[in-house]
């Protein structure tokens, strides 16, 4: 099986400028969670979906949405980037609603400038 | 804050076991002990969970004490390929948070 797919892997966004990340997740896998990852913070959990529905959610502010689609695809947005949105965007997928055996894409590496 | 504290570095020899601490003193009944390790500019890969029985895989072992206070993750015959950030985590399902990890070194 192919694994967690995310794209774009690289991206330079400005200072209030707004970014939409995507997520393929593992064919069969319902469940997709997205995570941020700082060299302060370190990883940290933003949400996660199943079947459509956000069943999870990180203390993240309002800026940070995400959805997901009926073929389990996901996308996470940020409005307003910050410089310190900056980070490794990682998303990871489950077959399994309440499981945290979760398999990882590559991640996004976004930079605000 | 993390439910769990992990030594920050360890080092071990290769070939030989690698044994990975975790304290998570405040667990609860319905928490399991999930363990991740990421490469250095990879994505997290899963390695292993239980809730309070030892568990084993083709990757790793996992070691839960009686009183479910703290574990061990061993690698039986680490390689080179094994040196990672090893992270520890406990969860019920509401959220999960990760804390700094161990960063393991295997030296040839």
């Known amino acids: 099986k192919a694994g967690v797919t995310q794209t774009p892997r690289y991206l330079i966004k400005t200072r209030g400028q707004q970014v939409t990340l995507s997520c393929s997740p593992i064919s069969g896998h319902r469940s997709v969670s997205w995570y941020q990852q700082t060299p302060g913070q370190g990883l940290q959990f933003l949400f996660e979906?199943?079947?459509?529905?956000?069943?999870n959610k990180g203390n993240f502010p309002g800026r940070f949405s995400g959805r997901q689609f009926s073929n389990s695809r996901s996308e996470m947005n940020v409005s307003t980037l910050e410089l310190g949105d900056s980070a490794l965007y990682l998303c990871?997928?489950?077959?399994?609603?309440?499981?945290?055996?979760?398999?990882f894409g590559p991640g996004t590496r976004l930079t605000v400038t | 804050d993390a439910k769990t504290t992990q030594p920050p570095s360890m080092d071990c020899a290769e070939g030989r076991a690698a044994n990975l601490p975790c304290n998570h003193s405040?667990?609860?009944?319905?928490?399991?002990v999930y363990w991740y390790r990421q490469i250095h500019s990879q994505g997290p890969q899963y390695i292993i969970h239980?809730?309070?029985n030892n568990e084993t895989n083709e990757m790793a072992s996992l070691i839960i004490t009686e009183d479910r206070k703290s574990s061990t993750l061993i690698l039986p015959h680490a390689t080179l390929r094994d040196t990672a950030v090893y992270y520890c985590i406990v969860t019920s399902y509401d959220k999960v948070i990760f804390g700094p990890g161990t960063s393991l070194s295997v030296i040839p």
């Open positions: 990871a997928s489950s077959n399994r609603i309440n499981s945290y055996e979760q398999y």
């Open positions: 239980g809730l309070k």
């Open positions: 979906y199943f079947s459509e529905t956000q069943r």
């Open positions: 405040t667990i609860s009944g319905n928490e399991y």
